[in-house]
């Protein structure tokens, strides 16, 4: 590798938050706690990546008090119980000087009733009751239900406050719930819900600001979203820059500190004409700072690696180069801290060599 290191390893500040570096730890589904409590197991894998230099930890995805929230019962909940085992993970993290955050989350259609899932006798629950655009499984969400999942986001992140994290992210990415009222293949509804652009944002925003409410003005949040969808990876939300930003500001002016932007590989183009990225256009579109995210530093992309492909370590000559022009602010990592808990100290100390490759394997264990 040419290129120094240096701009992944200057401070970073927003909302009264500062990191010491720009890299963070992508949230990764684990399901390794029984009965959505995590574990001594499960701090422990946290305070690993943030004594090797993690500037910021996001957890894997925590659902948030809906019934039919989750689509597995050993992945962590984010109310009740969870929480004393949460606060376990934030002092651990904070003993060795890191910082983190839950990923808020609510999977909606994801979720098969016939899976490992607490309530299989409830339907999944989105804004049509579509699992695709061509398959309805469900009934429509009522008014009441939706303002019930509003609200239990709203108190997930007053929890996170009060426990001790240092900010929340809320998964409005890859075809979960948040993500399924962005997108018009699975939002047919017909009431302030759904319809034009600005009407299928207004469940994201209520949430936003329902949040916003609980924790104040001076309290980080982060929203992730991803053109793609695990039910179409050739799913775009806003084909053309102009629309990107139509979706994007109010959004923004609803709460959102950070956009964490999801791409398959960070290095793609998001639109002809521009070599920027979906968090460089992001961040050229709000002013706001992004994330970007997608196969930093492996040579395969994400979706094949959980698909049972390896993957081995490659350069980041053109993450440092975009790093160093501001194209995006933070980098997360996720398979590549997944398998190796001192990425970042071996990219701080230039010890490419010891980088190790993501085999599937490791998604069995919290090494």
């Not at 984010?78 to 839950?102: N, R």
């Not at 989105?126 to 019930?148: A, F, N």
Request: hydrophobic share 40%.
């Amino acid at each position: 590798m040419s290129r120094s290191v240096a701009p992944l390893f200057r401070p970073f500040t927003f909302n009264g938050l500062t990191l010491p570096n720009r890299i963070v730890m992508a949230p990764m589904t684990r399901s390794k706690s029984p009965g959505g409590i995590p574990g001594p197991e499960v701090a422990a894998y946290y305070r690993r990546r943030a004594e090797n230099e993690t500037g910021l930890i996001i957890t894997e995805g925590t659902t948030v008090n809906d019934p039919v929230s989750s689509m597995d019962v050993d992945v962590p909940n984010f109310f009740g119980e969870a929480l004393k085992g949460w606060k376990h993970v934030v002092e651990e993290v904070h003993g060795v000087g890191g910082k983190i955050m839950p990923q808020l989350w609510h999977v909606g259609m994801a979720r098969n009733p016939k899976g490992k899932v607490a309530h299989p006798e409830l339907p999944s629950a989105g804004p049509s009751g579509l699992s695709r655009p061509d398959k309805q499984v469900s009934e429509p969400m009522t008014k009441q239900h939706i303002q019930h999942v509003i609200d239990a986001f709203a108190r997930a992140a007053a929890d996170a406050r009060e426990i001790g994290f240092d900010g929340v992210e809320l998964h409005g990415a890859h075809g979960y719930l948040i993500d399924q009222f962005f997108w018009e293949g699975l939002n047919k509804r017909d009431d302030e819900f759904g319809g034009n652009m600005l009407k299928r944002e207004r469940f994201a925003i209520d949430i936003i600001e329902a949040v916003r409410r609980e924790v104040g003005k001076d309290y980080p949040v982060i929203l992730r979203f991803s053109q793609w969808k695990q039910q179409d990876y050739t799913a775009r939300l806003a084909p053309t820059p102009e629309l990107l930003g139509e979706f994007l500001k109010p959004l923004s002016e609803a709460g959102v500190d950070v956009f964490h932007c999801s791409q398959r590989r960070f290095w793609e183009p998001e639109f002809e004409g521009s070599d920027l990225n979906l968090a460089g256009w992001t961040k050229k579109l709000t002013g706001k700072p992004t994330i970007t995210v997608g196969s930093v530093s492996l040579s395969g992309e994400f979706i094949a690696a959980f698909g049972g492909e390896s993957s081995t370590p490659t350069g980041i000559d053109d993450l440092l180069a975009r790093l160093e022009r501001d194209e995006f602010d933070l980098v997360a990592v996720g398979r590549a801290l997944l398998v190796d808990p001192a990425w970042a100290r071996k990219i701080h100390e230039e010890r490419y060599d010891a980088l190790e490759p993501f085999n599937p394997a490791a998604l069995a264990v919290l090494s």
